[in-house]
């Protein structure tokens, strides 16, 4: 079974301010890790994916995150907050088979402000 | 351009009714899928399906119905079993050769409102 647990449901930075988002999954087979980014009242947009390649992954928009098996994290960082960031990010997890689910979490809403 | 079409955007629906959301896709992606998403809540998954003629049940597929006759066409009809429908529904694909990563990609969405 797999599962994926988003840490803090809104997170508020300043402009500049570094941006993190935490992500913990759970996963008994190597997971495939996603993260997308959602605008108000449109669908889902690929940051950027885990694929059991490079643990850390650079994604669009200067976005990264970084695979860490041990603790079971997939966090995604930003150095520098924009405004045009401010939006709802979800953590995502799947099997490696391309037959397997995609599992999201519940979804973090980060503001940036001036 | 390639890409996946969901119409209508907003759809206001009579309680007792029932309603089809209309997604197409033309990556030539075998796999199709249906979310829901409710305001802190993410995405639950009604229905999805890996091949034409066959779909499975997700985690919420009670008051829902779909059918998969091509490839690049996966409607979604809302019936009156579902006791609330009114949400934000989110059509995605998937390409099962594993080219893409095993990513999905997500159409823009359609709100359904029960007036």
């Known amino acids: 079974a797999q599962s994926v647990t988003q840490l803090g449901s809104h997170v508020s930075v300043s402009e500049g301010a570094l941006v993190l988002l935490r992500c913990n999954y759970s996963s008994s087979v190597p997971p495939y890790l996603f993260w997308y980014v959602q605008y108000p009242n449109q669908g889902l947009q690929l940051l950027l994916k885990y694929t059991s390649a490079a643990t850390l992954v650079k994604g669009i928009n200067g976005f990264e995150a970084e695979f860490k098996k041990s603790e079971t994290s997939f966090h995604l960082t930003k150095p520098s907050a924009h405004m045009s960031d401010a939006a709802e990010y979800f953590c995502?997890?799947?099997?490696?088979?391309?037959?397997?689910?995609?599992?999201f979490g519940a979804g973090t809403r980060l503001a940036v402000h001036p | 351009d390639g890409g996946i079409t969901q119409s209508p955007k907003y759809l206001f629906r009579k309680e007792g009714q029932n309603v089809t959301l209309s997604c197409e896709q033309n990556l030539n992606h075998d796999a199709m899928y249906w979310y829901r998403q409710d305001p802190g809540q993410g995405l639950r998954l009604i229905y999805y399906?890996?091949?034409?003629?066959?779909?499975q049940k997700g985690d919420i597929a009670e008051g829902y119905s779909v059918s998969r006759e091509k490839k690049e066409s996966f409607p979604l009809t809302v019936t009156s079993a579902q006791k609330n429908p009114t949400a934000f529904y989110l059509c995605?694909?998937?390409?099962?050769?594993?080219?893409?990563?095993?990513?999905?990609?997500f159409g823009e969405g359609s709100w359904l409102t029960v007036v």
């Open positions: 995605a694909s998937r390409d099962l050769t594993g080219n893409s990563g095993n990513t999905i990609y």
């Open positions: 995502a997890v799947s099997g490696s088979g391309g037959y397997n689910k995609l599992i």
């Open positions: 399906s890996q091949i034409v003629n066959d779909f």
